[in-house]
């Protein structure tokens, strides 16, 4: 099968940089070098940092008041780290939001639900967003956590189908990414913060 690795990389970062309404300053956590290359995508970015996962907490307490409109935490253990959020959100300014690979919805519902809880305390708008993950191509799951910018509400259009180099990601897959089948809505009522 071919690598569909790709797909990740870009629904964990085109989904928020095309939300934003104005992104310049982009943190990245942990990542392949693939997710700078789709992030250099986008010629209006300023700046892109870059901490690794292993040391992440620390890294991000001593970026002391630096501000980012977008993080994307490419690591999977961070979703119910209360303490790497709080830290996390400081870093981003009042309209800043972040994606984050997560749990799955449904084999890993006990987990799922608290790295969801735990960004709800945080963030207004919390939404998992799924994706196909290359291992037979079952659905895989990412989360946007925003204060201010709603991922289908918000989407820039123009920026999500006339940005040059997409293999996976359009404005049609990002909105369509959101919905989720009656059983999820019910049984994380309260807990997705559309």
């Not at 010629?43 to 501000?67: T, V, W, Y």
Request: proline share 3%; charged share 30%; glycine share 6%.
């Amino acid at each position: 099968m071919t690598n569909l690795h790709f797909i990740r990389d870009e629904m964990l970062v085109h989904v928020p940089l095309c939300t934003h309404a104005d992104p310049r300053r982009v943190l990245v956590i942990g990542g392949c070098k693939n997710i700078r290359g789709e992030l250099e995508k986008y010629s209006f970015l300023e700046e892109i940092g870059q901490i690794g996962a292993d040391d992440a907490l620390e890294a991000l307490r001593s970026m002391g008041a630096k501000k980012f409109d977008v993080a994307i935490v490419a690591d999977e253990r961070f979703g119910g780290d209360r303490e790497f959020w709080i830290e996390l959100t400081k870093l981003l300014d009042e309209k800043g939001l972040a994606s984050s690979l997560m749990s799955n919805l449904i084999l890993e519902e006990e987990r799922a639900k608290k790295e969801l809880q735990t960004l709800g305390s945080i963030y207004r708008i919390v939404m998992p967003y799924r994706y196909e993950e290359e291992k037979e191509l079952v659905s895989s799951y990412m989360v946007l956590a925003s204060r201010f910018y709603h991922p289908t509400a918000d989407i820039n259009l123009q920026r999500a189908d006339l940005t040059d180099g997409y293999r996976y990601y359009n404005s049609d897959i990002a909105i369509a990414a959101f919905q989720t089948p009656t059983f999820i809505n019910r049984d994380y009522l309260g807990i997705i913060k559309r």
